[in-house]
């Protein structure tokens, strides 16, 4: 299984920016997905997750950003409207087999079986 992000990059506060979690290796669409992000200096924390329809997004983007997903194209997305400084960081998408988390176990990166190499977004003027 390998997962492929994409989409970062430089974008100005209150701008927009799409990033893509491509996944390839699974035989069938029954696996989750959840986005996390690394600032600098800082511990790598959950930011939004999507199972078949259920999505749970972190406080801090709530309202912001939207997770969707396309199965057709085995690829997840993370819409990220109104980005402010603060989001500066690099994301990753990580992939579980199976059902879907509960609300209360999303953000625990060690449910996670496969993690993408992450890609850098930068929120500046």
């Known amino acids: 299984v390998q997962l492929q992000a994409s989409g970062g990059g430089l974008v100005q506060p209150g701008g927009s920016l799409r990033l893509s979690c491509e996944v390839s290796g699974f035989t069938s669409n029954y696996y989750t997905i959840g986005w996390f992000r690394q600032a600098p200096g800082k511990e790598r924390e959950g930011v939004s997750y999507?199972?078949?329809?259920?999505?749970f997004y972190a406080g801090s983007v709530k309202g912001r950003f939207t997770i969707s997903r396309d199965n057709a194209k085995h690829t997840v997305y993370l819409q990220m409207n109104s980005v402010k400084p603060d989001d500066t960081a690099v994301y990753y998408c990580?992939?579980?087999?199976?059902?879907?988390?509960?609300?209360?176990?999303?953000?625990?990166?060690?449910?996670?079986?496969?993690w993408g190499q992450g890609t850098l977004v930068t929120v500046s003027s």
């Open positions: 999507i199972g078949e329809s259920t999505k």
């Open positions: 990580a992939a579980r087999r199976g059902p879907r988390l509960i609300m209360s176990a999303w953000r625990e990166q060690e449910r996670y079986e496969y």
